[in-house]
């Protein structure tokens, strides 16, 4: 079973920046679309920021032009830059990826989450 690891969120200032870290582990064949969702208090969650295998990716209007979302196929790992951060960014954000398993299953997979808090 493959496992999402989080890291680098925090608290930050309005203005400020942040990079979330998201390695995957475990036994799979090829991880295959990879991206970030958010979720802040009292709101359902919400699609930040995709990335396929070739390196396409779609952004939430709110984050085009601050948030840029990478990978790093080698390390199984997906990143999100996160600049010109504002309070209402505030949120739990989760790491997910669609894997394909050495059986052909195919699978989606959540992280635990990171809080990334901006204080004005």
């Known amino acids: 079973q493959v496992q999402l690891v989080e890291s680098g969120g925090g608290l930050v200032q309005a203005g400020g920046s942040l990079r979330l870290s998201c390695a995957a582990s475990?036994?799979?064949?090829?991880?295959?679309?990879m991206g970030w969702y958010r979720q802040a208090p009292g709101k359902q969650r919400e699609l930040v920021a995709t990335?396929?295998?070739?390196?396409?990716?779609i952004y939430e209007d709110s984050v085009k032009g601050r948030f840029t979302i990478s990978r790093d196929s080698a390390k199984n790992t997906v990143y999100l830059e996160m600049n010109s951060l504002k309070p209402e960014d505030t949120a739990v954000y989760y790491c997910?990826?669609?894997?394909?398993?050495?059986?052909?299953?195919?699978?989606?997979?959540w992280g635990q989450g990171t809080q990334v808090t901006v204080s004005s």
């Open positions: 475990g036994g799979f064949f090829r991880i295959n679309d």
């Open positions: 990335i396929t295998i070739g390196g396409s990716t």
């Open positions: 997910c990826a669609n894997v394909n398993y050495y059986n052909n299953r195919v699978s989606g997979v």
